[in-house]
């Protein structure tokens, strides 16, 4: 059987899954009666709710034509976002084309640049899919220069230029090579990809080579290893080794489980041969970019080095007078545990635990992949206090203190983009481009401190409400630029314990913006608000009015009308806060407090760090 092995690429909300789910059915993949989820690919609650990719996923369909001998296609399904990037290159090397596939009315959007960037550099020779042609706002042939400017931009070769492109429905299961048809089969895809992406460059016939591209856990198999097997074949128990970049043995066993991927589901095999990707157990060292070869073997394959983590954030037991009232989870051993779980199967995420064993020092590539993180833990019953995200610095050779700093390419309406420009260079950033991208938009380029951008993709959204797109790679370790203005309130917290009345949060709403609504339980040292000033203010919100017979004069015993609290999201809350506090996130709460509760303590602490 012949071998096709395809990454696809998308935006959020482009029809990606929705598009796999009917290559499963018209491949036969799934049963006519078989009950499947939409959007299969989305194995994550996360990645259903939030409509991105985090993990990228391997799977299988066969395509036989009449007449012809099928062909078994590998698709690869690539995490859009540059927080969840790590793999993408490495991924990248295991297929041998990609398909693009854009919106017919929104077109090609910044979030697709970066991972289509990556696939022509290495050479991969794309195929267009416009997808959604049935839109009533559909701007097809606007759709297709914006692609060929992107690719253009991209210094993309003559070859890669003159790419083939479909015009296809993923809901109603149809793609086609004339724009204008609304009818039709998947074939003409399944077609293309045979045609136009060459078959895997492997060697049969020399010794086994496997290069490992995802790591996963099992709790029956243990570590599972998956990429591209680049020559030769493997067999169940056959002895094995696995190789560093520098070509050292980091440990030997054996093959105890090989599997291929049919469909969605990973399928036991006795042998795999070149070409195919596949996943491997029975080693228990042995990681991303490694190479699993035969023990005769002692050069290992070209592997992409795994990006350095350039943001961190400390996770702790939660130790706030309602700590373990609503989670199941609350030790730091649980904690731990999960962590360093965690950072076994995800190679962008390194845990180091702290002198006093209570917290973890968590470092990671953004704040969406720690958030990702802290919020899937919270589901799984964990209480945690989470600090504000801090760069890691660095020194270079000549004893210089050097941070990283992220390419920011920023989509947004004309009239917002002075107001942007402003902002990021408030936050050190220095503007390499700007351009008009079409539509009354502009599209302006940064090179920004990660430093600077902690907390100001809120900001952003308030600035452009609502339109402007803004997507951050990782450029380098640049000079450190000094200072950075944080934020200029205070905050509002409460001096004792007991429940929010209403009575006393009438006249606090003069004083700033409340977190907080009536009736909730508080404690001493929580943040209920934030102070229209930049100094910290505590303030008493559980005060309650006396009851007496005696009447007020002039209608002032009407009831107490307060705004809505600002609730945060999990995101906005680890952004919104100071170095000197934290985030108490449970499964049902997200709630914010100073880092010392006790004022006094506050006091010491404030003193000490003006001392030093």
């Known amino acids: 059987m012949s071998l096709r092995n395809v990454a696809i690429i998308a935006h959020v909300d482009h029809g990606k899954t929705t598009l796999v789910d009917q290559l499963f059915r018209q491949s036969g993949t799934f049963r006519d009666n078989q009950r499947v ?66 919106d017919s009315s929104e077109g090609a959007m910044p979030q697709t640049k970066f991972v289509t960037g990556k696939a022509l550099a290495l050479g991969l020779r794309p195929i267009v899919v416009v997808n959604k042609v049935d839109r009533p706002d559909e701007r097809i042939q606007e759709v297709l220069d914006e692609v060929f400017d992107l690719f253009v931009s991209l210094d993309a070769t003559d070859e890669q230029l003159d790419f083939p492109v479909l015009y296809a429905s993923g809901r109603n299961g149809y793609a086609n090579e004339d724009p204008t048809l609304r009818e039709g089969t998947l074939a003409p895809l399944f077609n293309k990809i045979v045609e136009h992406v060459p078959a895997p460059k492997a060697d049969p016939d020399g010794p086994f080579k496997f290069l490992v591209t995802l790591l996963d856990r099992d709790n029956f198999l243990g570590r599972i290893l998956t990429g591209l097997v680049f020559s030769g074949s493997v067999k169940t128990n056959q002895a094995i080794h696995a190789l560093d970049n520098n070509g050292n043995v980091i440990e030997t066993g054996r093959a105890s489980k090989i599997m291929t991927f049919r469909g969605l589901e990973r399928v036991p095999t006795e042998e795999a041969n070149a070409g195919d990707i596949i996943s ?19 050069e290992p394959l070209h592997a992409q080095a795994i990006d350095p983590p350039t943001l961190s954030m400390r996770f702790a037991v939660n130790d706030s007078p309602m700590a373990g009232r609503e989670g199941t989870k609350v030790t730091s051993r649980m904690i731990r545990d999960r962590l360093f779980r965690e950072a076994e199967s995800n190679v962008a995420i390194k845990v180091t635990e702290a002198d006093d064993k209570d917290s973890f020092e968590v470092a990671g590539r953004g704040e969406l992949q720690l958030g990702v993180l802290i919020e899937t833990m919270r589901r799984e019953g964990f209480e945690l206090g989470i600090s504000r995200p801090r760069v890691l610095f660095r020194t270079d050779e000549d004893g210089k203190r050097t941070e990283p700093y992220e390419t920011v390419v920023i989509d947004v309406d004309e009239e917002y983009s002075g107001t942007v420009v402003e902002k990021m260079n408030l936050r050190k950033a220095e503007m390499t481009d700007m351009r008009p991208s079409g539509g009354g938009k502009t599209r302006i380029t940064f090179s920004a401190p990660s430093r600077g951008l902690i907390g100001y993709h809120g900001e952003f959204l308030s600035d452009t409400r609502g339109t402007g797109i803004m997507n951050r790679l990782f450029e380098k370790y640049g000079p450190h ?37 009536h009736g909730e339980a508080l404690y001493e040292g929580m943040i209920i608000g934030q102070n229209a000033k930049d100094d910290d203010l505590e303030v008493n919100p559980m005060k309650a009015k006396q009851l007496t017979n005696f009447r007020a004069s002039g209608g002032k015993d009407d009831a107490v009308r307060l705004t809505p609290p600002k609730r945060m999201t999990l995101e906005q809350a680890i952004a919104y806060i100071d170095d000197d506090e934290l985030v108490e996130v449970t499964p049902k709460s997200i709630r914010l407090r100073k880092r010392h509760l006790d004022p006094h303590e506050r006091k010491r602490a404030s003193r000490a760090k003006a001392a030093a």
């Open 481 to 517: 630029k000094g200072a950075i203005e944080g934020r200029k309130n205070g905050v509002l917290i409460s001096n004792g314990v007991g429940e929010a009345q209403a009575y006393a949060l009438g006249p606090l709403e003069e004083r700033g913006v409340l977190f907080v609504g």
């Open 37 to 102: 989820e939409e959007r299969a690919m989305d194995s994550n609650d996360l990645e259903k709710e939030r409509g991105i990719t985090i993990l990228a996923k391997c799977t299988s369909v066969e395509w036989a034509p009449e007449g012809q001998e099928p062909t078994r296609i590998n698709i690869v399904d690539t995490p859009g976002h540059a927080d969840f990037g790590g793999e993408v290159e490495r991924i990248l090397s295991m297929v041998d084309g990609v398909i693009l596939l854009v």
């Open 280 to 298: 491997l157990a029975g080693l228990t060292v042995a990681t991303v970019a490694n190479t699993i070869c035969d023990p005769s073997v002692t």
